[in-house]
């Protein structure tokens, strides 16, 4: 009967995990825009960075847009790259010898959120899966369903 209501309950809380992780997302995250973000390529140079207000929340540009807004208006995104910092974005296949303004929307902490517990949150999905996993060992202990070690 317990091995019975812990898998039920595991595999409610596997149904639940896209739902969990997306509300963790929501909570720690909130949506941010850098407008006027100015950049020069030199003579031999096809690309530049610019500098964000705040640290992206992730560490590529998912959840990232970048939007070249002068000379032209080309949506940068797909040729654009995060630094390790999160906060400078370099922008390739420009022309050379050309100054540039992007306009960048992104997703930062959120403001009621502290350091510690966004580090918490950031890491829920990979806390829960070990959680999953532990349990799963559990219950299969517990049912006798772990193979032997011994030959």
Known sequence: MLVGALIFGMFFALAALPSIVSESEETRTQPAQDVGLMCATGALETSCAVTLTTPHQYATTAFMTVQETSPGSVD????????????????????????????????????????????????????????????????????????????
Do not use: C, H, W
Not at 118 to 133: A, E, H, K, Q
């Open 76 to 151: 940068r995104t797909a040729t654009s790259s995060l630094a390790s910092n999160r906060e400078t974005v370099t922008v390739a296949s420009l022309a050379s010898g050309q100054a540039y303004v992007f306009t960048v929307d992104y997703m930062e902490k959120a403001t009621n959120v502290s350091e510690n517990l966004n580090d918490i949150l950031r890491l829920m999905p990979l806390i829960l899966i070990v959680g999953f996993v532990v349990l799963v060992l559990v219950v299969a202990a517990m049912t006798g369903s772990l193979p032997s070690l011994r030959r």
